[in-house]
């Protein structure tokens, strides 16, 4: 997958985030962001990564966002290679 790819299916999780208030206010505590700032830099790489890594923590919320996208459930595992921050992902 390539970055592009990988920042797409992000945003397109940040919108399915977004859709569920839970889900949102949770993403926006746990990455320190506020609303403003995310609607103003959603298209950063770093802020797509936070997304796919908030989307990760949760089986039952990655398997309704792929579900809901007709995507292979690895897919976004995958994209989060592709973004920053991925380098330490993989010394874990």
């Not at 797409?8 to 399915?16: K, P, Q, V």
């Not at 990564?49 to 792929?66: I, N, P």
């Amino acid at each position: 997958m390539m970055q592009e790819q990988a920042e797409l299916l992000a945003l397109d999780a940040l919108t399915f985030i977004a859709e569920d208030t839970e889900s949102f206010v949770a993403f926006l505590r746990l990455s320190g962001l506020e609303k403003e700032t995310l609607t103003r830099h959603a298209g950063d790489p770093a802020i797509l990564g936070s997304v796919l890594d908030f989307l990760l923590q949760d089986e039952k919320r990655l398997l309704a966002f792929c579900e809901s996208r007709e995507l292979n459930p690895d897919r976004p595992a995958r994209a989060r290679m592709c973004l920053p921050g991925a380098e330490y992902l993989q010394n874990l």
